[in-house]
């Protein structure tokens, strides 16, 4: 059995712009909530969200990959270069058709396709759209402008499972290494939806939260007062690699995926299933795979984005999975990054890889009354992180359509 080990990572969040900074800042229960500065948000139902802060992409890329990219894209190129770098990958020492990539995202370029059709609509009708406009929207054109800058000419492909794409993603790379497809395999996802046709429709849809007074504490997972979500955006990158390929280039080694579970609530195009059907199906099948049981479970980071339904039906499947007198700890770092959508599932991989290794779990912030029911049912390190000694760890994510996936990690161990 070929084991996944995890060697690079890279962050590009609304509460740290680098993996140091998004770590202490995590750690540090810091929100990454406030108004939204990219455009006037004064007539919209939501006015906040959490955006990049101190992040200009003139200061990082050249003028001519800001005309060719998609903000998206760009996210995803700058933390792929951050996770090459803490990785130490030298590329032109590897086997470059066995390093591949897979990566996701949800919306892809929304930001492109929205000021182009709004120049088209406000304009004489003639239709002056850049020459880049298709190649900027695709979902898919982060996965291929990764490759391209790298050389890398392996496995490549997008997944898109809405808000579990990045999950999904990981899981895909995980079974490609496994299968003897690649050695390497650059994997996460990117989001930058912070758009007015973002905010609009997922106000519409009466997904966000409407705390206008007070951004910083919007977002409140498992809370009895939660309305909704709060949108982030940002880039999440793992570097994952067969592990003796790893050891034998001397990587320094993070962490492990041993277990994926994808599945399907198949009841709702946005709402899970009330009783968790498509998420009990997707813990159990990760924690199959790794050849584990329940109990071996230390620590959850879960989807739970703050919405009425949505946290009840996750916690309600955590108890169907775990008991109703687990010592599992769960914890929701949506509370400070806001929703990344489909990067959503690699920042949060990224935080549970961190969570094992440093033996530190992330507080979930802004909650101050848990639902009753599920108080008592397990650990929830609220307002202040928690040490704690740990082997396994399960990131959690679904996303409109039904789709579940569930990644386990496991602490390195030679």
């Known amino acids: 059995m070929r084991r996944v080990v995890i060697t690079g990572m890279g962050a590009l969040t609304p509460i740290g712009n680098n993996l140091e900074s998004f ?9 990454g909530a406030a108004t939204i500065t990219r455009f006037d948000a004064s007539k919209f139902r939501a006015q906040f969200a959490c955006e990049l802060k101190d992040f200009d992409l003139k200061d ?94 392996g496995v490549n492909f997008c997944p898109v499972s809405a808000c579990a794409t990045s999950n999904t993603a990981l899981i895909e790379a995980f079974n490609y290494i496994k299968w003897d497809k690649a050695d390497m395999i650059i994997s996460g996802g990117s989001e930058a939806a912070i758009t007015e046709a973002a905010m609009g429709g997922f106000a519409s849809a009466r997904a966000l939260s409407m705390r206008n007074d007070d951004p910083k504490t919007a977002s409140r997972p498992f809370d009895v007062n939660r309305d909704g979500f709060v949108m982030g955006e940002g ?50 099948e990760a924690m199959r795979e790794a050849g584990i049981t329940a109990d071996d479970i230390d620590y959850i980071n879960m ?87 740990m082997i396994y760890g399960m990131s959690n994510t679904f996303g409109f359509g039904g789709h579940i996936a569930s990644v386990l990690f496991k602490k390195f161990e030679t």
């Open 23 to 31: 770590w202490s800042n995590l750690k540090a229960g810091v929100s």
């Open 235 to 284: 880039a999440g990158a793992l570097i994952l690699e067969e592990y003796e390929h790893a050891k034998k280039r001397g990587a320094t080694i993070y962490g492990e995926i041993v277990g994926g579970g994808m599945a399907a609530d198949a009841y709702h195009l946005t709402g899970t299933h009330p009783d968790g059907d498509g998420a009990v199906l997707g813990m159990n």
């Open 60 to 153: 990082h890329f050249h003028v001519k990959e800001l005309r060719k990219y998609d903000p998206f894209s760009l996210y995803a190129l700058h933390a792929v270069d951050e996770a090459l770098n803490h990785g130490k990958v030298d590329f032109d020492v590897l086997n470059r058709d066995r390093i591949g990539v897979i990566w996701g995202s949800g919306n892809g370029g929304i930001q492109t396709f929205q000021d182009q059709m709004k120049e088209y609509c406000d304009g004489d009708g003639t239709p002056r759209f850049t020459p880049f406009f298709i190649p900027r929207i695709l979902v898919d054109i982060a996965s291929g402008v990764i490759s391209i800058k790298y050389g890398l000419r």
């Open 303 to 389: 989807h739970a984005t703050s919405t009425p339904l949505g946290d009840n039906s996750e916690l309600i499947a955590a108890s169907r999975v775990f008991g109703k007198d687990s010592n599992v700890s769960i914890s929701a770092t949506k509370s400070m990054t806001g929703h990344l959508l489909g990067a959503a599932g690699a920042i949060e991989g990224i935080a549970t890889v961190l969570a094992l290794k440093e033996g530190i779990i992330p507080p979930t912030i802004n909650t101050e009354e848990i639902e009753p029911e599920f108080a008592d049912h397990f650990d929830f390190p609220l307002g202040n992180s928690k040490e704690k000694n």
